[in-house]
């Protein structure tokens, strides 16, 4: 699991991640807390990348594929961020897709039947088993992966970000732009949303689902968006900071609750600025991993 962030301004945009990595055994969660969820793409670039959800595919690791396009986008120069979005989202759909080609296929077959219930004696026959239910759920929710690429081309110099997701039932995505003056945060947000907004969608399901809820979905959402935590758009400096609290904010949440804490670890931070190329804010050094715990 992961907290990710992307803060967008006119001024530049922030990306921050933790360093948890979460693997998925028969004996239980594993974790590793050193991990890197943010990469620029090549070296003194306009251009970085946030990830989450899936770690890495069986014919290239992210960094490795994230450099693959760096290459390429040395060779023919993009001129938009439109783009740069849309040559990462064919890249790596392709070493997607052929790497989890078994798995797609299989989630696809597993989709076309009905629900398992176990309340229904006899099954029908076209649904899925208890056990195929829960293949199914695992292979959506483990090999969901998303990426955020941001920057800006020269020589507008306009700061832009675009949201993708590849999941094993959907097909090849199209890059969605994150509008300017906005914030997104993935993997885990919950935390983000209640702090931010008051509710997370959770919630806002539960209440339309209670029975108790006699307006409408409309008004509904009026009454929870007057809950939020508004700011006003913030100097590129303190969109970092709000950007590391949030972060931070999602770690000790979990590392306090009852949950699983998956995210950890060193928190990443880089911003690219209209003025300058891609630059760490918080990054780890080599030896972060041997030197934990160290006074």
Same mark, same amino acid.
């Given at each position: 699991?992961?907290?990710?962030?992307?803060?967008? &301004?006119?001024?530049?945009?922030?990306?921050?991640? *933790?360093?948890? &990595?979460?693997?998925?055994?028969?004996?239980?969660?594993?974790?590793?807390?050193?991990?890197?969820?943010?990469?620029?793409?090549?070296?003194?670039?306009?251009?970085?990348?946030?990830?989450?959800?899936?770690?890495? @595919? &069986?014919?290239?690791?992210?960094?490795?594929?994230?450099?693959?396009?760096? *290459?390429?986008?040395?060779?023919?120069?993009?001129?938009?961020?439109?783009?740069?979005?849309?040559?990462?989202?064919?890249?790596?759909?392709?070493?997607?897709?052929?790497?989890?080609?078994?798995?797609?296929?299989?989630?696809?077959?597993?989709?076309?039947?009905?629900?398992?219930?176990?309340?229904?004696?006899?099954?029908?026959?076209?649904?899925?088993?208890?056990?195929?239910?829960?293949?199914?759920?695992? @292979?959506?929710?483990?090999?969901?992966?998303?990426?955020?690429?941001?920057?800006?081309?020269?020589?507008?110099?306009?700061?832009?970000?675009?949201?993708?997701?590849? *999941?094993?039932?959907?097909?090849?995505?199209?890059?969605?732009?994150?509008?300017?003056?906005?914030?997104?945060?993935?993997?885990?947000?919950?935390?983000?949303?209640?702090?931010?907004?008051?509710? *997370?969608?959770?919630?806002?399901?539960?209440?339309?689902?209670?029975?108790?809820?006699?307006?409408?979905?409309?008004?509904?959402?009026?009454?929870?968006?007057?809950?939020? @935590?508004?700011?006003?758009?913030?100097?590129?400096?303190?969109?970092?900071?709000?950007?590391?609290?949030?972060?931070?904010?999602?770690?000790?949440?979990?590392?306090? &609750?009852?949950?699983?804490?998956?995210?950890?670890?060193?928190?990443?931070?880089?911003?690219?600025?209209?003025?300058?190329?891609?630059?760490?804010?918080?990054?780890?050094?080599?030896?972060?991993?041997?030197?934990?715990?160290?006074?």
């Amino acid at each position: 699991m992961t907290i990710a962030a992307c803060y967008l &301004s006119s001024e530049g945009v922030v990306l921050g991640a *933790d360093s948890t &990595s979460t693997y998925t055994l028969p004996s239980g969660n594993h974790y590793f807390n050193h991990g890197q969820k943010i990469f620029e793409i090549g070296e003194n670039s306009t251009f970085g990348i946030v990830t989450w959800g899936l770690g890495g @595919l &069986s014919v290239g690791s992210h960094r490795t594929l994230v450099a693959l396009l760096a *290459d390429d986008l040395k060779k023919k120069k993009p001129k938009s961020m439109q783009e740069v979005a849309d040559r990462w989202c064919a890249h790596f759909w392709t070493a997607y897709s052929s790497s989890l080609s078994a798995d797609i296929q299989l989630c696809g077959t597993l989709s076309k039947l009905l629900p398992y219930d176990p309340l229904a004696v006899p099954p029908a026959p076209n649904s899925r088993t208890k056990d195929q239910e829960a293949q199914y759920n695992g @292979l959506r929710n483990n090999l969901t992966v998303g990426f955020c690429i941001a920057g800006y081309v020269s020589p507008d110099r306009k700061p832009q970000a675009f949201e993708t997701v590849f *999941d094993p039932q959907n097909g090849k995505p199209q890059p969605k732009e994150i509008p300017a003056g906005g914030q997104r945060f993935w993997g885990a947000p919950n935390m983000i949303a209640r702090l931010l907004h008051g509710y *997370d969608p959770a919630l806002r399901q539960a209440l339309l689902s209670s029975g108790k809820w006699s307006g409408t979905e409309a008004e509904l959402d009026g009454l929870l968006r007057k809950q939020a @935590l508004t700011h006003l758009p913030a100097p590129i400096r303190d969109a970092v900071d709000f950007t590391y609290t949030c972060i931070l904010s999602t770690i000790k949440a979990l590392k306090f &609750s009852s949950f699983a804490q998956t995210c950890g670890g060193p928190i990443e931070i880089a911003v690219i600025t209209a003025d300058r190329p891609f630059r760490w804010v918080r990054h780890k050094a080599w030896d972060a991993a041997i030197t934990e715990g160290e006074p």
